[in-house]
């Protein structure tokens, strides 16, 4: 991996930062700190040709650093077409519109807002607190549009698997289902990560979330992450290596974003 440097997002209690600022300490990585709203102060160090400089922070922080750099931001990859047959449910596009019964909604873009079911007969005050939430989201026109939708299926757990270079680096539950004793089959997570990268399509990090379906159901894919956009769930994977995934997936945004 080349050298790197980091730009931290500062004035945020943002949890990941604190694993990546450990970490930077522990391998003597230099860190500048920079405010979402205030990246044009650091263009010079996003757009250096001598140094690589990584920002490490928010979706909102790091989108800011992508349009300062002059970086297109990369496609969404929730659901990358080689790894569509391993959802176990239909998968469809449209918009909030065509919606007539309870449905599991996400945007096409990334972390517009965290996917949930939508019920368009359930009163606003039956959602929970994080639902709600998203459903403020939806108030604006732009958002209900461009949605990923799907049947609502159940898990009984759920899994992060880190990939970095094609490769499994760790691995963790992230549900809050308390029932232990549940692994997810590591064949078929196998066969999904040699899919995607047999495909061409593979980001050099990403993640590939998984979930066992209740009622013996099998593992089936829940979504996909890119690096840029990953939170760390703690005891999943090493801190070096996470920051490694995202150094790793900034270099190749930006050597692609700007190329062209």
């Known amino acids: 991996m080349v050298p790197f440097k980091i730009i931290r997002q500062s004035g945020t209690n ?42 490490v922070g928010s979706v909102e922080f790091l989108r800011e650093a992508m349009q300062v750099a002059g970086i297109r931001e990369p496609e969404n990859l929730s659901y990358p077409e080689p790894l569509k047959k391993y959802l176990g449910r239909h998968l469809k596009q449209g918009d909030l519109s065509v919606i007539s019964k309870p449905c599991f909604i ?32 939806l108030d604006d026109q732009s958002s209900q549009r461009d949605l990923w ?22 691995f963790g539950r992230y549900d809050d289902n308390e029932e ?25 990090a990403c993640s590939i979330d998984v979930g066992v379906l209740e009622g013996g159901g099998g593992t089936t894919l829940v979504e996909c992450n890119d690096a840029w956009a990953l939170g760390y769930y703690k005891g999943s994977l090493r801190p070096f290596d996470y920051v490694q995934m995202l150094a790793r997936r900034w270099r190749e945004i930006a050597l692609a974003g700007k190329s062209g």
């Open 106 to 137: 996400k945007p096409q873009k990334t972390k517009l807002f965290t996917g949930f079911v939508f019920d368009p007969s359930k009163p606003f005050e039956h959602y929970s607190e994080h639902d709600r939430e998203q459903i403020r989201v």
């Open 14 to 55: 943002y949890s990941d930062l604190m694993v990546i600022s450990q970490q930077a300490m522990t391998s003597n990585i230099e860190i500048k700190n920079a405010k979402l709203g205030s990246l044009d102060q650091v263009k010079d160090l996003l757009c250096s040709e001598s140094d690589f400089w990584v920002p």
């Open 149 to 170: 939708i799907s049947e609502p299926v159940s898990w009984c757990a759920e899994f992060r698997f880190y990939i970095l270079n094609a490769k499994i680096i760790g």
């Open 180 to 204: 232990e004793g549940i692994l997810p089959d590591m064949g078929a997570v196998d066969q999904m990560v040699n899919a995607w990268r047999d495909f061409g399509t593979m980001p050099a």
